[in-house]
């Protein structure tokens, strides 16, 4: 009976050890996968929003190319985004970002909702590109503009 006692009580101490003591690394919980809202299950309304921000792209582009009346002999100089006129605001979620230093433009559209931080970016080349946050495998590639 005092050999069961003694190892009941041995047993019980053992449990209250720190962790940091015991030998026996605790259980890492799996990494959740990580869920992106736009790619091959994108939903409608992600759809829409995306493409919503693939439309401003293209008229901000349109935008600073327009030099109505302007001789070619004139260099150009690219307005800040306060100044364009007749865009389409940005969709729900999407943080603009826009800098102008005159001779060259560039912005972005990032969605604030994506986990995979999604983006649009395009400058005074006028190419527009969409991908997500680095991650291995992923690569950037021109966006499919319908």
Request: positive net charge; glycine residues 4%.
């Amino acid at each position: 009976m005092v050999k069961h006692i003694a190892l009941v009580v041995f047993l019980a101490d053992l449990m209250a050890l720190p962790s940091s003591l015991s030998t026996a690394a605790p259980a890492q919980p799996a990494p959740l996968p990580v869920r992106c809202l736009h790619g091959p299950s994108e939903q409608p309304n992600h759809r829409m929003r995306r493409e919503q921000a693939l439309t401003l792209a293209q008229a901000i582009n349109r935008a600073e190319s327009n030099r109505l009346g302007q001789p070619p002999s004139i260099p150009k100089r690219y307005r800040p985004f306060a100044q364009l006129e007749n865009l389409p605001p940005a969709p729900a979620d999407f943080k603009m970002q826009f800098y102008t230093d005159g001779p060259t433009y560039t912005f972005s559209l990032k969605d604030t909702l994506d986990q995979c931080q999604y983006a649009i970016f395009s400058d005074q080349d006028r190419g527009i590109y969409q991908a997500t946050a680095e991650r291995p495998g992923v690569r950037v590639v021109p966006a499919d503009i319908p």
